[in-house]
C-alpha cells in the first residue's frame, strides 16, 4: 500500500493523549513507506497530522477544495496539494488517491466521511481497509451503536466486521495493511492477526 487518506478534523483540542497517538502514527506510516493523504489543512488535528508526517520527511498529499484555499486554511509546506471545486470532488479525489482509511477523532465532517468510505466497501465499490483509531475510548459510543444496529437486525454482522477498531496506531496499520479481498468481491480479514 502506497497511501492512507487519514479523515481528522479542523479543530484541535491540544489533548495530549490525542497527540501523542498523531506522532505514533506518523512514525509508524513513514516507517512502512505509506503516504499521507489528507484534507489539506492547516489548522486543527489535520495540520497536526501532516506536520508530523513532514517533520519525518514522510509524503503529504492534500485535497482541498477552492473556497478553503481562497480562506488561506490550506497547508503551505506539504508535498503535493490538489485543489479541487468543492467538497463532493475533494471526498472522491481523496477516496481514489487512498489505499486505505484511517479515521481519527473528529466531528461531524469526519463521520460524513468516515461512513461514506464504509458504505462504498459494504457495497463492494472498493476494497481498501478502513481503521478508526479509537483514541481514549473517542468512539466507543460509535462502535455500541453499530452493536445496536446489529441486534435491530438493520446491519448485518459482517458488515459491522468491516471496520478495525484499535487505538494503537502500530497495531491498526499492520491490520489494515493485511486486509485482503477475495477474488469474488467478498471482502474479509482476519479479526486475530496479532
Not at 505509506?34 to 517533520?55: P, R
Amino acid at each position: 500500500m502506497k497511501s492512507f487518506c487519514v479523515y481528522c478534523c479542523a479543530n484541535f483540542n491540544v489533548d495530549p493523549k490525542l497527540l501523542k497517538v498523531i506522532q505514533e502514527l506518523a512514525a509508524t506510516l513513514v516507517a512502512q513507506d505509506i503516504g499521507l493523504v489528507y484534507g489539506g489543512g492547516s489548522v486543527g488535528v489535520m495540520g497536526v497530522v501532516a506536520d508530523e508526517v513532514l517533520k519525518l520527511n514522510g509524503r503529504v498529499t492534500g485535497v482541498i477544495p477552492q473556497f478553503l484555499m481562497d480562506k488561506e486554511v490550506g497547508h503551505k509546506y506539504i508535498t503535493q496539494m490538489i485543489v479541487t471545486r468543492n467538497m463532493h470532488e475533494r471526498k472522491q479525489k481523496m477516496a481514489d488517491l487512498a489505499d486505505g482509511f484511517i479515521i481519527l477523532p473528529g466531528g461531524f465532517g469526519t463521520l460524513e466521511e468516515f461512513f461514506e468510505v464504509l458504505t462504498w466497501l459494504q457495497l463492494g465499490l472498493h476494497g481498501k481497509a478502513i481503521g478508526v483509531l479509537n483514541v481514549d475510548g473517542f468512539y466507543d459510543y460509535l462502535f455500541a451503536q453499530m452493536d445496536v444496529m446489529v441486534e435491530k437486525s438493520f446491519l448485518k454482522p459482517a458488515n459491522r466486521d468491516l471496520v478495525f477498531n484499535e487505538a494503537d496506531p502500530e497495531i491498526l496499520v499492520k491490520k489494515m495493511l493485511r486486509f485482503t479481498a477475495e477474488p469474488d468481491g467478498v471482502w474479509f480479514h482476519d479479526r486475530n492477526l496479532i
